[in-house]
């Protein structure tokens, strides 16, 4: 069992830049894979990044390549995800996740439907 909490959301312009952050506890995440995703109104939660916390293995969705960043604080059960460049189109409450992980490949594993264990998400608004 592991309980989420994020934070870091926030309103920010076009261009600007946030920081996410993702805090575990319950569990040391050993052989995890940990996930962001994000749901518009609307919209279903899709993927955005993952990491796996055995390896540091990551993957990012295509429309956020480039612009996000997945990373752990070891010392801590920490997940960031880090976006810049953010674009209005990127508004969304964030979420993230956490699973046992030890089999697949990260990207194979990052879809939602992977994931049981979830935050209750920030809210990111980009205004134009």
């Known amino acids: 069992q592991v309980r989420l909490v994020e934070s870091g959301g926030d309103l920010v312009q076009a261009g600007g830049s946030l920081r996410l952050s993702c805090d575990a506890s319950?569990?040391?995440?050993?052989?995890?894979?940990i996930g962001w995703f994000r749901q518009a109104p609307g919209k279903g939660r899709e993927e955005i990044s993952c990491?796996?916390?055995?390896?540091?293995?990551?993957y990012y969705a295509d429309s956020v390549k480039g612009r996000f960043t997945i990373s752990r604080d070891n010392a801590k059960t920490t997940v960031y995800l880090q976006m810049d460049n953010l674009k209005p189109e990127d508004t969304a409450v964030y979420y993230c996740?956490?699973?046992?992980?030890?089999?697949?490949?990260?990207?194979?594993?990052?879809?939602?439907?992977?994931?049981?264990?979830w935050g209750q998400g920030t809210q990111v608004t980009v205004s134009s």
């Open positions: 990491i796996s916390t055995s390896d540091g293995s990551t």
């Open positions: 996740a956490a699973e046992p992980f030890a089999i697949t490949t990260i990207q194979a594993f990052c879809l939602p439907n992977r994931f049981e264990n």
């Open positions: 319950g569990s040391t995440l050993e052989h995890w894979a």
